[in-house]
Each structure stands twice: as structure tokens, then as C-alpha cells.
């Protein structure tokens, strides 16, 4: 027998604001057909919007609303109708904990007070004096101390006075407790303690959990049911509704939780359903997990995170590329079987179709390779690194797009990519030419993007701030770990995102050009020394 | 590039028979256009240290070190008339609780067009044009009806937007939002933390975001400082700090954090070692600095 069984539940509650003149209140549906059971011990989370009807249903499980449809059976006796004489008795069995503490504890009783009310009127203290001594015992089980049942509960802490709210609720071990938002008013380290606690305390009897907040159900509860608009519209066991959401407003729900990972796309992005649809007619996305991968300039810097980030992220085969293959011998020989060592130079077209013909299994190409002359455009005594940079930065991807667009053809569209820098988006005088190969790869990477659409390749440009690497040795400004920029790159690949500013400065930058490009120009502007 | 906000070991003191420390030594630096993530739990200061900026501190305290640099200009001691020039027009503010930020007895119109009429100097068809367009843009529905509405007729989202429309209305360089989404369901909340940062990219605003929520931060800004006991903790790019936390306390916070994605993680409350720990220190400072 379950401990409490609802059968097609519905309430209706006369709508006061859409009161006539001379007339009743219409009445409004607030849930309906609302069927669950919740077996003794047992912990049930019910999740929904603010206006879902979550509160309205659990203060009917409570029988503090009567409902206006269907039944509902606590230990098997039918309670939905049950007048509140014969209610009292059964009340002792299923207690509530509120979402407001403060204004659910009585401002001018002790909490000596608060606590022993209960057992008092269920008889299970003798006197006044027992129940006090009571309450204190009870306040230790929820980790307060016992000393506290002579303070107000203005005298308490926002979590000490949920506390209290629980202890009040286990007071007469009840079979089921209702538990409304009870973490909502409070910061993260408190809401820890008190979803520990519950934890702690759920083996005791059966718990019902109402949140908004799907982590905090995850934690608690063994079922959840999701309510909408007044109806259940999915429930299920956690693990597998977490894992496998059947409904479009479940999802949204988990798409609603910022979860604590960076991601600076999330409150950029709608819809996570809308998204899906838009991604299907446009953006193509990849796993990175299984891929074959090459990636140019291996050898050190960022290539070198690249190809690890890459295995950590179970890529089956990473090509090493390196005009210098010694330098990625150590990857060869670490990962056995998993990276192979190719020798390439970015500037030779021969050699970039070679790699191409050589290496056929090639789903993802990471143009990394990059060259850096640190000069000023004007200043600059000899072009040979401006040549040089407009060489490997441009060109070098050129031949390489050109070489493997065919073999990522073939192997089912796959994706490129190109790292670009913050430089792509704007010049700093101080490295001219540098930043203006940056922005010809950067042009290149959207003239890339449209013409392999229609194969089914995705395209992305990372535009990271300064990195710690020897290439940027000499710039002097907070600089980003390598190993974090190539997680970000293969992550927008995960989520077919395909422009990516990495870090503060990037970021900064790319805001800072979208409300006034000119500031941001003449800002970098001086950096020019002298 | 300069500091658009620049508050330099900052100390605040309660001034009482016993002095008591609020904030001590709190720097941190806001970039124009960066969205600048202050986290802590209650009673860590970050809501101090705004109050400070805004020139709102409670009467008995006294700012007895450092400074505030905004735009250039030290703000640390303003008289009245010259800070009312500031707020509203350079420094906005976006309160936690969006039902009781407004006036509950005043329609929407007024508490809208009395901030424009003042910085703005419009008159009364300009500012209700103007209050129209702001309702717009953080994509309220017929915003002529909202004007003639109370703030009871209103949800909570809809107060939050009605707020965050003020807020933005006089273009100012900086926003320091405090928890304004602290009071909102997740759905709402997404809502409006994208509506934060749609406002923020078209604008080039600076927001100073204060939060106990590190999930907000992580969705949302691109510096974080974390604070503890009136004192920040670790200050680092958003990137960084979720990669690698440098201190023991972002990490015990994040380990605080439930997430329904890992349900194996076990969620652990700060520890007390820790708590403890960082009271000793948070001695030791004031014993060297007072």
C-alpha cells in the first residue's frame, strides 16, 4: 500500500481579481488530473515555473486546500474530504516545512516554544518543561545547539531558522514531510548544509520536495515529477529523466540552471529546442570523441595542447604536423598508436597536399600554426617577417583549407579549426604586421566557412587574447594557459559555435567594438612605444 | 587598458565602541565593457563594497583606507549633490529584490520618467516616449499599458525588466547589479541574465554583477572576484577560475554547488577547518593592519 496516492487531483480556486459587480468569482483551474503515489520512504521531487501550481498541489497533499476533483488516500484512507476533526489526528503524521522561515516561525515565541507546540497538542510531552527539553534535543539533531531554545527567531541566521523549520517538521516523526522551496531564499554553502541534512534526516520517512531548481531535486530525491501550467507532464525516475528528458519544457528547465562551468555563450543562446532546430538547418557540430584530427605547428605552444586535449577528449588519431618533426617525437612516443608525426611545412602548397593525400582519415583540421615577427608595420627595418607572417599565417592556412576541404569531404564534412587571435579583430600598431595577417586568415576563415557549407563543414575562428606561449614571450599582459584555449576551440566544434572569443581581453575587446569601434582602435593605438 | 572602476584596499569599519572591520584591504578593478562577477556568501561584503561605491553605506560606518577611482575621478568622499549627479546617469543600480525596489503606491510612468526627467532633462511627453522605448527594449508588451499599471499588477520578472529598463535608461558606464536575479525561477532567471547581457553587448556598459549563484558568473561574466569575510579571496578571468580555482574556498564553493549533470559528485558543505582558517587569517590581518 503506498503511503499516499492521489487519483486525477484537481483543485479550483474562485479567481479574485476577475471578480464581477453583483457577481461570484469565476472559478480558475488551478491543477487537475494530477495522479502519483509516493511509497513510505521514499523521496519525490516536484519541479515546474513559478505558477506551475507546484505550492497550490502540495498545500492540497497537505489537505490545507480541499480538492475540488479526484482523491486522495493517505495510508489507504481516503483524506480528500475528510473534515478537519477527523483530520487532526492524521495531521500528526504529515508535516510540512515552509519556504519563508521567517514568516512561518511565530516572531514572538522562542524557538523553545515553536518546537514544543507540536508535541503538546499531540500529547507526546507531558508539560511545557518536557517539551522544552525536547526542543533542545531537537534542535541538535539538526545541528544547532541546544542553547537556542531561549532566542527569538529574528535572533537567527536565514539557515539556522530553517533549521528550525525542520526540526519543528521531524518534531513528531512523521511518515511524510512536504517540503516547499525550502532552499531557495538561501546562499549556496547554507543550501548545502540543509540538502546534507535532509539528506541525513529522509531515512526517517518519506519526503516530498518542491523546487525550481532541478540540481537541487537531483540531489534529494529518488522520483521527480514535473508540473506545467497546472498538469504533470513528465515524471520518472531521476537518473533516467535527468539523462533522458522526454519533453521539450523539461529541457528547457535544465537548460534554465547555469550550471557552474564558463560559458559565456549560455545567456547569449535561446531556447536550448529552438537552438536544436536552428543548428539543424544551419550550424553543423562534431564530436570530438572518435575523430581523427591534424593539427599544424605541433610542437610546440599551443599545438602541443592541442594534441593532448585532443586524446583526453578521446580522439581516436592525431596527426602531429611540425616542420621540425623532433620536436613532436615525445608525443609519438608517449601516446603509442594515437599520434603519428607528420612532417610538414605550412608555406609549401607541395607539401600541405602531400599531408592531405597522406593522411586520409582526416575529419578535423586545427590550423595552429602561426609565425610572429613583433614589429611595427612602418617601423620595421627588413620585410622579411612581414613576409614571412603573411606566409604561415595566411597563406599556410590557404594551402591547407585547399589541400584537405576534399578529405574532410569525404570523411562526412567534419570541421577546421582556425586560430585566429584578438588581433584578427582589430590592430595593434605595435604588432602591424602581425595583426594584419591575423585579419587576412580571419577573412579567409569566413570566405572558408561559406564555400564548405554546403559539404557540411564546420568552420571556427578562435579569437584568443594573449596566450602563454614562447611566441608571445615578450608581451607583457595577463595571458591565458594553452591547454584551457584548446578545450575551449574543441568544445565550440562539440557545439558547432563558430566564432569564439577566448578570455578577458578578447572579450572585452569584442564588446568594446561593438559599441564603439573607434575608442578600441585608438586605445590599441597607444601602445606604440615612443 | 584603465580601470573604469578602481577600488584600491578598501577598508570599511563600523564604528562602534569596538570597531568592527567590513571590508578589509578589498581591491578590484572593473574594465569598460567587462562584466565583473562578485561572489561570496552572505555576510562576505560583496553587497558592502557596492553600497560603498554608490555612496550608500550605513551611516555608522567609515571608509578608514583606499580608494575608488571611477572614470578617473576619486569618488571615495562625495559630497550629496555631487554624487547625485553621478548615480542614475554614470553609476546605475539594479536592486535584489524587485518587489520592494519600487513604490508600490506610484504607477510604473513616474518611477520610470522621474530618473530621465532629471538626467535627461525631458519633459513629460519625452520621457513617456522615452520610457515606451525602454520598455521595448527589454522586451515588455504593450508598454503603454505596463506604464498605467501598479507594481502589484506586475510579476516578478516584469519588475525585474521594469527595473533593469531604469537601470540602463540614461546610458550609464557602469551597472552594479545586486543578486537581481536572487528572487527569480531558473526560467526567469535565464531571462533575465539574458536580457543583462544582450543590453551590456549593444550598450559597451560596464556591470559590476554581485552573486552568491557561481553558476550565474560562469554563464555570464568575464572576470571573477571572490570574497570572504570582508576580503577578496582570489580574483582571476572567468576562464581561469572555472579551470583551475586558485583558492581552497572557490573550490569548496564549487563543491558546494549541486549539479544534476554529475550526480555521483557528493555535495560537501564548507568545511568548518576551512571557515576557521580563514577567520585566523582574517585576525591576523586586523591585528597587522589596526
Same mark, same amino acid.
Given at each position: 500500500m503506498a503511503l499516499l496516492e492521489?487519483?486525477?487531483?484537481? /483543485?479550483?480556486?474562485?479567481?479574485?481579481?476577475?471578480?464581477?459587480?453583483f457577481g461570484r468569482a469565476p472559478v480558475t483551474s488551478i491543477f487537475s488530473g494530477v495522479d502519483f503515489t509516493v511509497e513510505a520512504g521514499e523521496s519525490v521531487g516536484i519541479v515546474g515555473e513559478s505558477g506551475s501550481?507546484?505550492?497550490?498541489?502540495?498545500?492540497?497533499?497537505?489537505?490545507?486546500?480541499e480538492p475540488t476533483a479526484g482523491s486522495l488516500h493517505f495510508k489507504g484512507r481516503d483524506i480528500s474530504r475528510l473534515p478537519e476533526q477527523e483530520l487532526r489526528p492524521l495531521r500528526a503524521q504529515f508535516q510540512s516545512i515552509f519556504q519563508d522561515p521567517l514568516s512561518s516561525l511565530n516572531p514572538r515565541h522562542r524557538i523553545g516554544t515553536i518546537l514544543a507546540q507540536p508535541l503538546l497538542a499531540y500529547g507526546r510531552v507531558r508539560d511545557r518543561r518536557a517539551g522544552w527539553r525536547e526542543a533542545g534535543a531537537l534542535l541538535e539533531r539538526v545541528g544547532l545547539p541546544p542553547a537556542f531554545v531561549d532566542r527569538f527567531p529574528h535572533e537567527l541566521s536565514g539557515g539556522q531558522r530553517q533549521r528550525v523549520g525542520i526540526a519543528r517538521a521531524i518534531a513528531l516523526k512523521p511518515d511524510l514531510i512536504v517540503a516547499d522551496e525550502i532552499v531557495s531564499g538561501l546562499d549556496v554553502s547554507t543550501q548545502a548544509q540543509i540538502l546534507v541534512l535532509l539528506r541525513e534526516l529522509k531515512t526517517d520517512g518519506a519526503l516530498i520536495f518542491i523546487s525550481h531548481d532541478l540540481s537541487v531535486v537531483r540531489v534529494l530525491c529518488d522520483r521527480v515529477l514535473v508540473m506545467r501550467q497546472g498538469e504533470i507532464v513528465e515524471s520518472g525516475r531521476c537518473a533516467e529523466l535527468f539523462a533522458n528528458p522526454a519533453q521539450a519544457y523539461t529541457r528547457a528547465l535544465l537548460g534554465a540552471i547555469p550550471l557552474p562551468d564558463f560559458d559565456p555563450g549560455w545567456a547569449v543562446r535561446g531556447d536550448p529546442d529552438e537552438e536544436r532546430k536552428d543548428q539543424q538547418q544551419e550550424a553543423v557540430k562534431m564530436k570530438i570523441a572518435g575523430s581523427v584530427a591534424l593539427v599544424t605547428g605541433a610542437n610546440r605552444g599551443i599545438g602541443r595542447s592541442y594534441v593532448k586535449t585532443l586524446l583526453a577528449m578521446g580522439a581516436k588519431k592525431v596527426y602531429a604536423a611540425a616542420r621540425d618533426i623532433k620536436g613532436v617525437e615525445d608525443l609519438v612516443k608517449a601516446n603509442p598508436g594515437k599520434v603519428e608525426a607528420v612532417r610538414l611545412d605550412v608555406t609549401n602548397e607541395a607539401e600541405a597536399k602531400a599531408a592531405a593525400a597522406k593522411c586520409k582519415d582526416v575529419s578535423l583540421l586545427v590550423n595552429n600554426a602561426g609565425a610572429n615577427g613583433s614589429s611595427g608595420a612602418l617601423a620595421a627595418g627588413s620585410l622579411d617577417a612581414a613576409h614571412r607572417e603573411m606566409t604561415v599565417n595566411y597563406f599556410g592556412v590557404l594551402y591547407l583549407t585547399r589541400a584537405f576541404g576534399p578529405v574532410l569531404k569525404t570523411n562526412g564534412g567534419g570541421a577546421i579549426i582556425n586560430?585566429?587571435?584578438?588581433?584578427?579583430?582589430?590592430?595593434?600598431?605595435?604588432?602591424?604586421?602581425?595583426?594584419?595577417s591575423k585579419a587576412a586568415?580571419?577573412?579567409?576563415?569566413?570566405?572558408?566557412?561559406?564555400? /564548405?557549407?554546403?559539404?557540411?563543414? /564546420?568552420?571556427?575562428?578562435?579569437?584568443p587574447g594573449a596566450v602563454d606561449t614562447d611566441m608571445a614571450k615578450g608581451i607583457d599582459m595577463p595571458k591565458?594557459?594553452?591547454?584551457?584555449v584548446a578545450s575551449i576551440a574543441l568544445k565550440a566544434v562539440e557545439t558547432g559555435t563558430e566564432d569564439v572569443d577566448v578570455g578577458d581581453m578578447a572579450q572585452g575587446v569584442a564588446a568594446g567594438l561593438l559599441a564603439n569601434p573607434k575608442k578600441v582602435e585608438k586605445e590599441f593605438a597607444a601602445y606604440l612605444p615612443g | 587598458m584603465s580601470a573604469l572602476l578602481d577600488i584600491r584596499d578598501l577598508d570599511l569599519q563600523l564604528q562602534a565602541r569596538q570597531p568592527l572591520r567590513l571590508l578589509r584591504r578589498v581591491s578590484l578593478q572593473v574594465a569598460p565593457g567587462q562584466i565583473v562577477g562578485l561572489v561570496g556568501e552572505s555576510g562576505a561584503g560583496k553587497t558592502m563594497v557596492s553600497r560603498v561605491v554608490l555612496g550608500i553605506a550605513p551611516a555608522n560606518t567609515c571608509v578608514t583606507h583606499g580608494s575608488i577611482v571611477f572614470d578617473g575621478r576619486d569618488i571615495t568622499h562625495l559630497t550629496e549633490q555631487q554624487r547625485r549627479h553621478l548615480l542614475g546617469r554614470e553609476i546605475a543600480f539594479i536592486p535584489q529584490n524587485p518587489m520592494t525596489a519600487l513604490n508600490p503606491v506610484e504607477r510604473i510612468e513616474s518611477q520610470i520618467t522621474d530618473v530621465l526627467r532629471m538626467h535627461l532633462n525631458l519633459d513629460r511627453t519625452g520621457a513617456r516616449d522615452k520610457a515606451v522605448t525602454l520598455l521595448r527594449e527589454v522586451h515588455l508588451r504593450q508598454p503603454e499599458r505596463i506604464l498605467r499599471q501598479y507594481p502589484h499588477e506586475l510579476s516578478g520578472g516584469m519588475r525585474q525588466r521594469v527595473l533593469i529598463a531604469t537601470a540602463f535608461s540614461c546610458k550609464p558606464k557602469l551597472v552594479i547589479a545586486d543578486e537581481p536575479t536572487t528572487a527569480l525561477?531558473?526560467?526567469?532567471?535565464?531571462?533575465?541574465?539574458?536580457?543583462?547581457?544582450?543590453?551590456?553587448?549593444?550598450?559597451?556598459?560596464s556591470i559590476l554583477f554581485i552573486t552568491h549563484d557561481l553558476g550565474v558568473v560562469a554563464k555570464l561574466c568575464d572576470h571573477v572576484v571572490v570574497m570572504h569575510g570582508g576580503r577578496v579571496l582570489e580574483s582571476a578571468p572567468a576562464l581561469k577560475l572555472f579551470a583551475?580555482?586558485?583558492?581552497?574556498?572557490?573550490?569548496?564553493?564549487?563543491?558546494?554547488?549541486?549539479?544534476?549533470?554529475?550526480?555521483?559528485?557528493?555535495?560537501?558543505?564548507?568545511p568548518a577547518v576551512l571557515t576557521q582558517r580563514l577567520a585566523d587569517e582574517a585576525r591576523a590581518l586586523d591585528a597587522r593592519d589596526m
Open positions: 492521489a487519483r486525477g487531483l484537481g /483543485l479550483q480556486l474562485p479567481d479574485r481579481s476577475a471578480v464581477q459587480r501550481g507546484k505550492t497550490s498541489l502540495a498545500r492540497t497533499l497537505l489537505r490545507l486546500y586560430m585566429l587571435s584578438v588581433v584578427s579583430r582589430v590592430n595593434i600598431p605595435a604588432l602591424g604586421t602581425y595583426c594584419a586568415a580571419w577573412s579567409l576563415t569566413q570566405a572558408a566557412r561559406a564555400e /564548405l557549407a554546403k559539404q557540411g563543414t /564546420l568552420v571556427v575562428g578562435i579569437f591565458l594557459d594553452p591547454n584551457d | 525561477d531558473v526560467t526567469v532567471q535565464k531571462q533575465i541574465l539574458q536580457l543583462i547581457r544582450e543590453l551590456q553587448r549593444n550598450s559597451g556598459t583551475s580555482p586558485g583558492h581552497d574556498y572557490t573550490r569548496a564553493l564549487l563543491a558546494a554547488t549541486p549539479r544534476f549533470d554529475r550526480p555521483g559528485d557528493e555535495l560537501r558543505p564548507i
